[in-house]
């Protein structure tokens, strides 16, 4: 008895998987147009951000090339790509090229240029090219536990056992937040009240109890200081339902950043840069939004370019 073969019916190809034989120079232009077409959405995620009722704030590095790919002078840079979390739910990317705090070139934003257009609360690392912004009385400092733990944990793994009191300390809150991560802010700062503040209150009095008895050059001396200097920062979750224990948001948010990074090394010139900032914000407002980016960009990007045409003049009703 003989078997029949099987009829098998080929696998059909989505359009993102067909074979194409493009350049990587088409693909790079490709890529620039995709950016320019995105850029009004851009600029309304800086809106929606310096409207946020909490902002997140942190920098991570990108390279890029100046001058021109034929000339001698082309030269390698290190540039910072600013990243922002809005309410949890907005996504924004700023490139700059050095980690200044302010540009007077007109068209470059730096942290401090972009705060100096809001107030409200803002949470951000202890670093000092935000001490300008937080040096005014509308813009609320609010410290992250994120930073102020890693100094203890570095402590510990330099071998000074009594960094695991704070260490245990923070394993308590951030177990408390968790707890409460999914509670109305009200609920959750009553929670933090409760729980909390006397966790926070013993960790704080203990900081300012041997900080004066230990070298600041050592770890755990940093560490120490470091909590006590930015103890009230420190303490604005305990203020606000809504604010956050620490900066984890947006340092998420540097991943997609860092993973692309070790492929591409470097952008190719400072606009290709700005590019990535415009193209690493829309697809990290997908992110947290929960959005497939293809099917979103998909959907807009034809909109936006049939929208150019359709405010043209002579569209326009008489």
């Not at 082309?74 to 907005?90: C, H, I, N």
């Not at 994120?146 to 203890?152: E, G, I, K, P, V």
């Not at 050059?217 to 305990?238: H, I």
């Amino acid at each position: 008895m003989t078997s029949k073969k099987r009829r098998t019916t080929p696998t059909r190809r989505r359009w993102w998987e067909a074979e194409a034989d493009l350049s990587v120079s088409t693909l790079a232009e490709q890529i620039g147009y995709g950016a320019e077409l995105l850029q009004p959405l851009w600029r309304a995620l800086q809106i929606a951000a310096l409207k946020a009722e909490v902002l997140h704030l942190d920098g991570t590095s990108l390279a890029f090339f100046t001058g021109d790919g034929k000339s001698a002078k082309r030269r390698k840079k290190l540039g910072t790509l600013w990243g922002f979390v809005g309410d949890q739910d907005v996504a924004l990317y700023l490139f700059a090229p050095s980690g200044h705090a302010t540009f007077a070139d007109g068209h470059t934003i730096g942290p401090a240029d972009f705060l100096r257009l809001r107030s409200g609360y803002t949470v951000a690392d202890a670093a000092t090219v935000f001490d300008q912004a937080f040096a005014r009385e509308d813009i609320i400092e609010c410290g992250s536990h994120m930073h102020a733990r890693r100094y203890f944990v570095k402590a510990l793994d330099g071998g000074d056992p009594r960094a695991a009191i704070a260490n245990h300390a923070y394993q308590a809150l951030h177990g408390i937040e968790k707890e409460a991560k999914d509670l109305e802010p009200r609920e959750r700062l009553r929670l933090r009240h409760e729980h909390s503040a006397p966790i926070f209150a013993k960790l704080l009095e203990w900081v300012e109890s041997i900080k004066d008895d230990e070298p600041p050059s050592l770890r755990f001396g940093r560490a120490l200081n470091d909590f006590s200097n930015q103890q009230v920062p420190l303490s604005q979750f305990l203020s606000h339902g809504r604010v956050p224990i620490d900066n984890g948001i947006v340092e998420r948010l540097h991943v997609r950043a860092a993973l692309t990074r070790k492929n591409f090394l470097f952008a190719g010139s400072e606009r290709g840069a700005q590019s990535a900032a415009i193209l690493f914000s829309i697809l990290g407002s997908c992110a947290l939004c929960g959005i497939d980016p293809v099917r979103y960009l998909a959907s807009v990007m034809p909109i936006l370019a049939r929208g150019v045409i359709d405010l043209l003049p002579r569209s326009f009703p008489l």
